[in-house]
């Protein structure tokens, strides 16, 4: 039978010209990495299209932002962000210009990552002893200033949670601070993208003592989970509604994870 709707090669098989750009991006857009970059060398037509929209493919992990701490000229201990390369050992200080989306700020320090937005203090311009919390999207462009928190002076830390997968809102998870001297949890402040608002939630781990590690949590299946100095990890979700822990083997020795 002869081919009447499309045009067809010896063998029967549809040429890939007969399909339109959008829709090879769209299935190219589903698959790994790695293939994606061998399909740049079938022909220069695909080497263009892909290049042309290299954006809505997916992309190789290049390393990591991290805080590092060092001593200034005055002797004072100082924290700055830090990108290391998968590649290589190289180091390279974070650049604002990097996130030039983001205006009103003289400095950006990226405090934490999930899934592709940044969590990020900003320094403003003017008042210059002034800061915001944002969260944005590099690719998009799109950034969200944080409302004030109401427990910023007892905050241990700050973690990002995002799963778009799940749900098209993020979390930011305050880390409060019961006891000054021994950094116990009292409790846990959760910002939504989706109310632009803060619910606080008091520990519901059961226990009065916890202290976390100072590393990065793991936001998975909805929950932020954290490692703490117990051999224990503490898990709580979007809403403050389900609290977990998990006891690790005593053999999972903390080192381990550091």
């Not at 937005?117 to 799109?142: G, H, M, Q, R």
């Not at 803060?198 to 954290?226: A, C, P, T």
């Not at 403050?240 to 020795?253: A, D, Q």
């Amino acid at each position: 039978m002869a081919c009447t709707q499309m045009k067809c090669s010896k063998n029967g098989a549809t040429s890939s010209a007969d399909f339109p750009d959008d829709l090879i991006v769209e299935i190219l857009s589903l698959l790994p990495v790695k293939s994606v970059c061998r399909f740049k060398c079938v022909s220069s037509l695909w080497y263009r299209l892909i290049s042309q929209h290299r954006k809505k493919l997916p992309k190789t992990l290049s390393g990591f932002f991290y805080p590092k701490h060092r001593l200034n000229d005055e002797g004072d201990l100082v924290t700055f962000p830090t990108f290391d390369g998968i590649l290589g050992n190289q180091e390279q200080p974070f650049s604002d210009s990097s996130l030039a989306f983001l205006t009103g700020y003289r400095q950006i320090l990226p405090k934490d990552c999930c899934n592709g937005l940044i969590f990020c203090l900003c320094w403003k311009d003017s008042p210059i002893d002034e800061a915001d919390y944002v969260v944005c999207n590099p690719v998009t462009e799109e950034w969200v200033v944080l409302p004030d928190a109401g427990h910023e002076s007892n905050a241990l830390a700050y973690r990002l949670g995002s799963d778009a997968a799940m749900s098209p809102h993020f979390h930011v998870f305050q880390i409060l601070e019961g006891d000054v001297e021994y950094g116990y949890v009292s409790g846990v402040n959760i910002y939504s993208s989706e109310t632009g608002a803060w619910s606080y939630k008091e520990n519901g781990w059961g226990d009065n003592e916890i202290q976390i590690v100072d590393m990065r949590g793991v936001f998975f299946n909805g929950m932020m989970h954290l490692l703490t100095y117990e051999f224990k990890i503490l898990a709580v979700d979007t809403e403050g509604k389900t609290w977990r822990t998990i006891s690790l083997l005593e053999t999972m020795i903390l080192g381990n994870f550091l």
